[in-house]
């Protein structure tokens, strides 16, 4: 059972550059979401997912898009990086909005 | 706003000490809490919900709904423990303090 799985590990992107982080789960889990983890700022909510077809706004959405075409992905797109797109991104699932599981994360550096 | 809040960026002790993170909240209605760990080079993970009631690692977390706390404790640190920690909260989307890195010292 490999649970969340997040590709890529580690991303280096230029300013200007787009790409999308890709986001798996095998739970059958309706609820999924995108977190950036920042030093001092904590795991903050970017976009999440209550099923498919269905997405909603975080608390920094900007600059980043999600759809949620299937139960098991929910990739996350970022547009045009900036380097303060540079972080730690988290996908996560669960049942509902509780105990969530969570991927091994993605390291992005925009340059 | 619907807020969870930690108040202590760090918090370090010596193995054997008690500790106590600590965790406020601010949204309305009935209230629905966590406590997510992160070790060294580990994935997050839940460690405590307060609807359990639970104690997990020695670890226990009290809902008090008058001071809108929900503070972590263990009487005994071990330096194991030594880890990032976030209190969330359910609000309809799951959101999360500012994490709290707790060092064991031995």
């Known amino acids: 059972n490999a649970g969340v799985t997040q590709t890529p590990k580690f991303q280096v992107l230029k300013t200007g550059q787009s790409m999308t982080l890709q986001c798996a789960q095998d739970m059958n889990h309706e609820y999924m979401s995108w977190y950036r983890q920042d030093p001092g700022m904590g795991l903050r909510l970017i976009h999440y997912?209550?099923?498919?077809?269905?997405?909603d706004q975080g608390e920094v959405p900007n600059g980043y898009n999600v759809s949620r075409s299937t139960t098991e992905d929910f990739p996350l797109r970022l547009l045009s990086a900036a380097p303060s797109q540079t972080s730690v991104y988290f996908c996560?699932?669960?049942?509902?909005?509780?105990?969530?599981?969570f991927g091994q994360g993605t390291r992005l550096t925009v340059v | 706003a619907q807020r969870v809040t930690q108040p202590e960026k760090l918090l370090s002790v010596f193995k054997g000490a008690p500790v106590e993170l600590k965790c406020n909240y601010s949204y309305s209605g009935s209230p629905e809490l966590f406590w997510y760990v992160q070790y060294s080079r580990q994935r997050l993970q839940l460690l405590l919900r307060?609807?359990s009631r639970e104690s997990i690692k020695g670890f226990t977390a009290d809902l008090n709904k008058g001071e809108t706390s929900f503070h972590l404790k263990k009487p005994f640190a071990q330096e194991e423990d030594s880890a990032m920690y976030y209190c969330?909260?359910?609000?309809?989307?799951?959101?999360f303090g500012q994490g709290t890195t707790l060092q064991v010292k031995p």
């Open positions: 307060h609807i």
């Open positions: 996560a699932s669960s049942y509902s909005a509780g105990e969530a599981f």
């Open positions: 997912s209550v099923g498919a077809g269905i997405t």
């Open positions: 969330a909260g359910n609000t309809g989307k799951l959101i």
